[in-house]
């Protein structure tokens, strides 16, 4: 007997009669192929029950985002295991193209820093040999710096590449924002291309947020939907 999801009323169509012919024997082979459809359709309604539990705990305005037929479509998709590995490919580039643009950006105000850093210990400088006061040029250098956590840009120089910074800093985290835009739209293609439902390339801020649950999802289902021998 065929197990259905109470939610889907799809069945995963069969290749052979189950009701083998009177004058017939049922082959092993035929059997064998019972039992397959068996758990093939138990699989279904594991994954329709596990996708419907996942959807109650978001928030309703993306339970409504997410309707049963999306699911049961989903669910169906997931009978090939082959898109767990795709989903987990997917997540394994992201965090490696996030970590390496933080690691730039990381760079980038380190680089600020010492460019401000150097300014600020030549004015320092200059400004005790000036007085005479050779001895206290590091001295004059920690207070200089000091002063400028509360009070920055003491002088023009100083202001115009805080300035710069600041602007370089921007452009740098558009352009990251640009990369990382992109490489959500790589997703939404390989996804698509795929077959997953729910997935195509937008750039709606909404639709977007119902395909991040879907990910989570299946990124979830990953982790519990296994053979014994597969644990």
């Given at each position: 007997?065929?197990?259905?999801?109470?939610?889907?009323?799809?069945?995963?169509?069969?290749?052979?009669?189950?009701?083998?012919?009177?004058?017939?024997?049922?082959?092993?082979?035929?059997?064998?192929?019972?039992?397959?459809?068996?758990?093939?359709?138990?699989?279904?309604?594991?994954?329709?029950?596990?996708?419907?539990?996942?959807?109650?705990?978001?928030?309703?305005?993306?339970?409504?985002?997410?309707?049963?037929?999306?699911l049961c479509e989903l669910a169906e998709c997931?009978?090939?295991?082959?898109?767990?590995?795709?989903?987990?490919?997917?997540?394994?580039?992201?965090?490696?193209?996030e970590k390496q643009m933080f690691q730039k950006?990381?760079?980038?105000?380190?680089?600020?820093?010492?460019?401000?850093?150097?300014?600020?210990?030549?004015?320092?400088?200059?400004?005790?040999?000036?007085?005479?006061?050779?001895?206290?040029?590091?001295?004059?250098?920690?207070?200089?710096?000091?002063?400028?956590?509360?009070?920055p840009g003491k002088t023009e120089t100083r202001?115009?590449?805080?300035?710069?910074?600041?602007?370089?800093?921007?452009?740098?985290?558009?352009?990251?924002?640009?990369?990382?835009?992109?490489?959500?739209?790589?997703?939404?293609?390989?996804?698509?291309?795929?077959?997953?439902?729910?997935?195509?390339?937008?750039?709606?801020?909404?639709?977007?947020?119902?395909?991040?649950?879907?990910?989570?999802?299946?990124?979830?289902?990953?982790?519990?939907?296994?053979?014994?021998?597969?644990?």
């Amino acid at each position: 007997m065929s197990v259905e999801s109470p939610q889907c009323s799809g069945r995963i169509s069969s290749n052979y009669s189950l009701v083998a012919d009177s004058n017939e024997i049922p082959s092993v082979s035929a059997m064998a192929a019972s039992d397959n459809q068996n758990e093939t359709q138990s699989r279904l309604y594991f994954l329709n029950e596990q996708l419907q539990k996942m959807v109650k705990e978001l928030p309703r305005k993306y339970q409504q985002r997410i309707p049963n037929e999306l699911l049961c479509e989903l669910a169906e998709c997931l009978l090939d295991k082959t898109l767990y590995s795709i989903v987990k490919e997917l997540t394994d580039i992201q965090h490696v193209t996030e970590k390496q643009m933080f690691q730039k950006r990381l760079e980038m105000i380190n680089k600020h820093s010492g460019e401000y850093a150097a300014i600020a210990s030549s004015e320092a400088y200059t400004s005790a040999i000036g007085r005479g006061r050779q001895h206290n040029v590091v001295i004059g250098i920690q207070k200089l710096l000091k002063s400028d956590l509360v009070e920055p840009g003491k002088t023009e120089t100083r202001l115009k590449l805080q300035a710069e910074h600041r602007k370089n800093l921007r452009e740098f985290d558009k352009k990251i924002v640009t990369e990382l835009d992109e490489k959500r739209r790589e997703q939404q293609n390989t996804l698509h291309m795929a077959g997953v439902p729910g997935f195509d390339i937008t750039d709606d801020a909404s639709r977007i947020q119902v395909q991040i649950r879907l990910c989570d999802f299946i990124i979830r289902l990953s982790q519990i939907d296994k053979k014994p021998d597969e644990v």
